[in-house]
């Protein structure tokens, strides 16, 4: 639990590097917001039933034992910290679970499209702008 927020982060691109370029936590809430607006868009589209969400929650629970005990294997017995976990490989589960949160009492009338391709094109300039300044300030 207490890795969650950097591994949330990490996932989102809020670190570059060797972990020594980090983003502003300011864009990793924007980014949260662009993708709850995306993925909570229309009513119609696609909503898992119960049966289908609880199976896709099982997959990402695998999936996140699964990197955890990749990641005991290449850790030292004698190590206080699991080694080499990185947010980026939870990102292949993030679509499941947007997909599972979502039903048609969480959502958002009309068409958001265009919203959240101007609003991530911002959110993306201004990323840039944060770790440029970062870079210059060294």
Do not use: H
């Not at 929650?57 to 080499?84: D, F």
């Amino acid at each position: 639990y207490d890795n969650f927020f950097f591994f949330y982060k990490s996932m989102l691109g809020g670190t570059f590097g060797f972990f020594d370029l980090n983003v502003s936590d300011l864009w990793v809430v924007a980014l949260t917001g662009i993708l709850a607006l995306a993925a909570f868009d229309n009513k119609d589209e696609l909503i898992l039933k119960k049966r289908d969400k609880g199976f896709g929650i099982l997959i990402c629970l695998g999936v996140i034992v699964l990197v955890w005990l990749g990641a005991i294997t290449w850790t030292e017995t004698t190590a206080a910290v699991v080694y080499g976990i990185q947010g980026r490989y939870f990102l292949p589960i993030l679509p499941l679970i947007l997909l599972c949160f979502k039903n048609k009492r969480l959502s958002f009338e009309g068409d958001l499209s265009k919203t959240v391709i101007f609003s991530s094109c911002i959110i993306e300039i201004g990323v840039l702008v944060n770790m440029l300044a970062s870079i210059v300030k060294r």
